[in-house]
């Protein structure tokens, strides 16, 4: 940990902040536009918490060097009474805003909608309290705005990533881009239902109908369309898409037997009934792509358009907007203190 670390980082990673009013004996007293005590309960409870969360990454707690988390602390009242002074507002609107963005991203991210209730518990579990959390969060927009405020040239300069960076950060991680097995499938599909009598028929039914398709009298596509329960594919021929040997996550869901027979169809044949963890199918492959390493102008998967190349770009760009963002923090960290009047009193 620097003493120049960003506060930002401070805000995302540890996710507290000490709001309590001050009590005991100061750790140090920060003026720019007033003076402010940090008490040593606020530094003692900032420094569990850093201690806490070096555990949680494996990390040795007495690393954790209460100075320069005092030194965080005093970072953070800067850009509180530098922001104040020049005029930075963040409105509860704002904060509201955020909060329901950080709700969206959470769905986007797991494929999961969250009631209001669900959202809240899970920050509660996460922040201590949804207070707690959207005061960091008015911290957090209150630093980015001052920040794009008075470093608005650093944060303007245009990042440019070059084709030897490129090549470079492939060669040091091409073990990295590797594609795996895939098959592209459709299916005919019918679930289990609760009564077994029902679920034998169903069986019966599509073994019949995978005769008839092998034997050319019915086509996969109309028996899609006379026999499929699945809603979602039904008006595609039957398309799932792309499945992959190393999903564990659609294994467990399809069952091993599933996946056996996708793996080892030629593209273009159609299976006998296959038994998966929700029901009968019967899987027509559409096609299928061997693991190997991806070049610089392959695709990065057989679902988008975006190249390895274009990946690396744009992680490589994103990387350096990043160090940008953190050094136009530095820099006006730097600035705050060479304009206040900073006297640290912890031995």
Known sequence: MKRRASILAVFL?????????????????????????????????????YKANTVKQGGDPASVDPLQVLNLLINNELFRQGAARDGVKITDAM????????????EASTGQKFTDAEFDQIIINNFGSVDAYRKAIREQLMVDSYVRMKKS??????????????????????????????VKLSHIYIPFTNDAQKDAQNKALLERVARDIKNGS??????????SEDAQ?????????WLTMDNMEARAGLGDAFFDVAFTTDVGNVSDVVTSNTG????????????KILQLQDQISPTTSTTVEQYI???????????????????????????????????
């Open 313 to 347: 770009r744009s992680e490589l760009a994103a990387q350096k907007q990043q160090a940008n963002y953190y050094a136009a923090i530095n820099s006006l960290v730097d600035d705050l203190r060479k304009s206040a009047t900073i006297n640290i009193l912890y031995k």
């Open 218 to 227: 019915l086509s996969f596509e109309k028996a899609v369309v006379q026999y």
């Open 153 to 182: 040239d650093m944060l303007g300069t245009k990042v440019q990533v070059s084709d030897a960076e490129i090549t470079s950060f492939y060669r040091k991680n091409k073990t990295n881009f590797i594609s795996p097995e895939t």
């Open 95 to 106: 904060v509201e805003s955020a909060y329901d963005s950080q709700k969206t991203n959470l």
């Open 233 to 241: 594919s039904k008006n595609k021929a039957g398309d799932i898409g």
């Open 13 to 49: 990673l540890i996710g507290t902040m000490a709001f309590a009013a001050t009590i005991g004996a100061p750790a140090a007293t920060v003026r720019l536009t007033k003076t402010t005590p940090i008490s040593m309960a606020d530094l003692e409870a900032e420094v569990a918490q």
């Open 280 to 291: 009968y199918h019967i899987l027509k492959i559409l096609a299928y792509n061997d693991t």
